[in-house]
Nanobody, 116 residues
């Protein structure tokens, strides 16, 4: 059973924007009163790295590389976490994955490619 589904990736030119979505299944969203949902990314040949996270209470954290450019938010009614990415650069190219804690659930990811 798929727990997390990411979407919104694509090809964008440098300086462009994308909004990623991570939909959490009802089965896990309603099970845990506290959760942390985090966006990670993994580029070819590189280690997976944290991009941004959001807790149940709304606290957010960001990697230094994306501060001021990316914004994480959530809509509980839609069980969805968003990652608004602005001023994208070629170094942002990666597979973006969503993670849900507790449980350490992962989605399949959505590819973001920044290229002219």
């Amino acid at each position: 059973q798929v727990k997390l589904v990411e979407s919104g990736g694509g090809l964008v030119q440098p300086g462009g924007s994308l909004r990623l979505s991570c939909v959490v299944s009802e089965s896990i969203f309603s099970t845990y009163s506290f959760s942390v949902i985090t966006w990670y990314r993994q580029a070819p040949g590189k280690q997976r790295e944290l991009v941004a996270g959001i807790r149940s209470g709304g606290f957010t954290n960001y990697a230094d590389a994306v501060k001021g450019r990316f914004t994480i938010s959530k809509d509980n009614a839609k069980r969805t976490v968003y990652l608004q990415m602005n001023s994208l650069q070629p170094e942002d190219t990666a597979l973006y994955l969503c993670n849900f804690i507790p449980g350490d659930f992962w989605g399949q990811g959505t590819q973001v490619t920044v290229s002219s």
